[in-house]
């Protein structure tokens, strides 16, 4: 019998003749070497701090906690190192590749200029194996950021780490910190993640952990390959959430059963930074017997909302204080329509206790999950009002079978980036032509959604549709893709070009 998966395109130019056109499986477009001129050296100007550090990219063991695995990272420790750097700082950052491969590094969500923005073929050369490139920006804004590998699938090995801009005006309302990674971990146990991209394309033998979850046989008299909607659609409300069955789930890097425990006093005002790193995982994450206080989303301010539990797509970051109490707390990373089970633990210790079982389950998970897209900017957020001087569309487009998506109707490579210019208000009308969630991710810009809410990455779950608003202040080729580490490689990226 003919299996139609039920994340088919339902709508849009997507059909039979991209789907063909693109059955080769588009890889990371390639370049030629030496398209791209050196970014210029930037000079500090007077007063202005540096950050300088090397990151060698390098094939590394690394224990997860008791379980050691062979993987591609920054060092020997998940997520790599910490970078850390004041608003208005000039950051100097060395990615030294020691990989077979070739790498470059991006900065995701940093307002920086295009030349250091790490996309290959789009803003750099890749960097080749043994050689070096020096990435020199200036981070604008204050906030919690992360960066990683722009080549290939290399995000969903070891090569990612949080990057947090300081604010020089913060008003420091806590008492401690807390940087909370999380990720979703299969290299090294037996498969790289492009044995799993070869198992999804079923370009290769293996079955790749690829997740058999659900794709339907057509029903009778259902003549059209569509889904109508009467079959289960996976958790609400991010319908199917995600391509691959993953081994481990990580929270700074430890896997459940050797959590990473924080300490702090009771009483004490603590930020968490949460970044989703993962390539294939939503996480609803919750601190057990805690309330979460979410104050910023992307690294921009919201009006404070009190959420039991939050969801975090890829690419996404929450802020959030958490007054704690006296004990020890499970901080859980639930993925979401992961029906293998497993998740991400950490420990919030401010007194006496045991540390919880790996299996901890947390009540605050039972109730509402906090949406972040239905938070609030705070006013120093907004936007200026102006009008809109440009709209263009954007839909994200594909399928599980072939495993192919896409963006207005073709894959990177085959799609035509969208064009704007300089000094325009620009809005962006995303929409999510799918059956599955996508995390979309737009480079060098931080897009209001239309509640003002300033997002680099937006959830977007299927059929949904946003206006994402912006100002072409930022001259560059930028990317715009799916976060999805898997459907951004085989395609669900295009491009904003515009000129000075
Ligand atoms: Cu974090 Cu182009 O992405
Ligand atoms: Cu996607």
């Given at each position: 019998?003919?299996?139609?998966?039920?994340?088919?395109?339902?709508?849009?130019?997507?059909?039979?003749?991209?789907?063909?056109?693109?059955?080769?499986?588009?890889?990371?477009?390639?370049?030629?070497?030496?398209?791209?001129?050196?970014?210029?050296?930037?000079?500090?100007?007077?007063?202005?701090?540096?950050?300088?550090?090397?990151?060698?990219?390098?094939?590394?063991?690394?224990?997860?906690?008791?379980?050691?695995?062979?993987?591609?990272?920054?060092?020997?420790?998940?997520?790599?190192?910490?970078?850390?750097?004041?608003?208005?700082?000039?950051?100097?950052?060395?990615?030294?590749?020691?990989?077979?491969?070739?790498?470059?590094?991006?900065?995701?969500?940093?307002?920086?200029?295009?030349?250091?923005?790490?996309?290959?073929?789009?803003?750099?050369?890749?960097?080749?194996?043994?050689?070096?490139?020096?990435?020199?920006?200036?981070?604008?804004?204050?906030?919690?950021?992360?960066?990683?590998?722009?080549?290939?699938?290399?995000?969903?090995?070891?090569?990612?780490?949080?990057?947090?801009?300081?604010?020089?005006?913060?008003?420091?309302?806590?008492?401690?910190?807390?940087?909370?990674?999380?990720?979703?971990?299969?290299?090294?146990?037996?498969?790289?993640?492009?044995?799993?991209?070869?198992?999804?394309?079923?370009?290769?033998?293996?079955?790749?952990?690829?997740?058999?979850?659900?794709?339907?046989?057509?029903?009778?008299?259902?003549?059209?390959?569509?889904?109508?909607?009467?079959?289960?659609?996976?958790?609400?409300?991010?319908?199917?959430?995600?391509?691959?069955?993953?081994?481990?789930?990580?929270?700074?890097?430890?896997?459940?059963?050797?959590?990473?425990?924080?300490?702090?006093?009771?009483?004490?005002?603590?930020?968490?930074?949460?970044?989703?790193?993962?390539?294939?995982?939503?996480?609803?994450?919750?601190?057990?017997?805690?309330?979460?206080?979410?104050?910023?989303?992307?690294?921009?301010?919201?009006?404070?909302?009190?959420?039991?539990?939050?969801?975090?797509?890829?690419?996404?970051?929450?802020?959030?204080?958490?007054?704690?109490?006296?004990?020890?707390?499970?901080?859980?990373?639930?993925?979401?329509?992961?029906?293998?089970?497993?998740?991400?633990?950490?420990?919030?210790?401010?007194?006496?206790?045991?540390?919880?079982?790996?299996?901890?389950?947390?009540?605050?998970?039972?109730?509402?999950?906090?949406?972040?897209?239905?938070?609030?900017?705070?006013?120093?957020?907004?936007?200026?009002?102006?009008?809109?001087?440009?709209?263009?569309?954007?839909?994200?487009?594909?399928?599980?079978?072939?495993?192919?998506?896409?963006?207005?109707?073709?894959?990177?490579?085959?799609?035509?980036?969208?064009?704007?210019?300089?000094?325009?208000?620009?809005?962006?009308?995303?929409t999510n032509q799918t059956m599955m969630s996508h995390p979309l991710h737009v480079h060098g810009h931080t897009f209001a959604l239309p509640s003002g809410?300033?997002?680099?990455?937006?959830?977007?779950?299927?059929?949904?549709?946003?206006?994402?608003?912006?100002?072409?202040?930022?001259?560059?080729?930028?990317?715009?893709?799916?976060?999805?580490?898997?459907?951004?490689?085989?395609?669900?990226?295009?491009?904003?070009?515009?000129?000075?």
């Amino acid at each position: 019998m003919k299996r139609i998966s039920r994340r088919t395109a339902i709508t849009g130019g997507f059909g039979a003749a991209a789907l063909t056109l693109a059955a080769c499986g588009n890889r990371t477009v390639p370049t030629e070497a030496g398209t791209f001129t050196p970014a210029p050296t930037l000079t500090p100007k007077a007063g202005q701090n540096v950050v300088t550090q090397t990151l060698t990219a390098a094939p590394a063991k690394v224990d997860l906690g008791g379980k050691t695995v062979s993987t591609w990272a920054y060092g020997e420790s998940l997520p790599g190192p910490l970078i850390r750097a004041t608003a208005g700082d000039l950051l100097r950052i060395t990615l030294e590749n020691r990989l077979p491969d070739a790498s470059t590094i991006h900065w995701h969500g940093i307002r920086l200029h295009n030349a250091a923005d790490g996309v290959p073929g789009m803003t750099q050369d890749p960097v080749e194996p043994d050689t070096s490139f020096t990435y020199e920006f200036v981070a604008p804004d204050p906030g919690t950021y992360f960066f990683h590998s722009h080549v290939g699938l290399q995000l969903d090995r070891g090569l990612y780490a949080p990057l947090i801009i300081d604010d020089p005006d913060e008003p420091g309302d806590y008492d401690a910190e807390w940087i909370v990674t999380l990720d979703d971990w299969i290299d090294g146990t037996g498969q790289t993640p492009d044995d799993v991209l070869a198992g999804l394309t079923g370009a290769g033998a293996s079955d790749g952990g690829g997740m058999d979850h659900g794709d339907m046989p057509m029903g009778e008299g259902s003549s059209d390959g569509m889904d109508h909607g009467e079959m289960p659609m996976g958790d609400e409300p991010w319908g199917d959430a995600g391509d691959v069955a993953y081994p481990h789930f990580l929270i700074n890097g430890r896997i459940p059963e050797a959590p990473e425990i924080f300490e702090a006093k009771p009483g004490q005002r603590v930020r968490l930074r949460l970044i989703n790193a993962s390539a294939d995982t939503i996480f609803a994450l919750a601190l057990g017997d805690h309330v979460l206080s979410v104050t910023h989303s992307d690294g921009f301010p919201v009006e404070p909302v009190n959420a039991k539990a939050v969801y975090l797509g890829m690419g996404e970051r929450y802020d959030v204080i958490v007054t704690v109490k006296d004990g020890m707390f499970p901080l859980v990373a639930r993925p979401v329509g992961k029906p293998d089970g497993g998740q991400g633990l950490a420990v919030l210790k401010t007194g006496a206790g045991d540390v919880p079982a790996p299996d901890i389950q947390v009540r605050e998970l039972d109730g509402e999950i906090l949406i972040g897209s239905t938070l609030e900017p705070a006013e120093a957020a907004r936007l200026e009002d102006r009008t809109v001087d440009t709209e263009l569309e954007l839909a994200l487009q594909g399928s599980m079978e072939p495993y192919q998506w896409a963006i207005n109707g073709a894959p990177f490579g085959q799609n035509t980036p969208l064009s704007i210019r300089e000094g325009q208000r620009v809005r962006i009308i995303a929409t999510n032509q799918t059956m599955m969630s996508h995390p979309l991710h737009v480079h060098g810009h931080t897009f209001a959604l239309p509640s003002g809410l300033r997002k680099d990455t937006v959830m977007m779950a299927p059929m949904e549709s946003f206006a994402l608003d912006f100002d072409a202040d930022n001259p560059g080729r930028w990317a715009a893709h799916c976060h999805n580490a898997y459907h951004q490689e085989v395609g669900m990226m295009t491009g904003i070009d515009y000129a000075s």
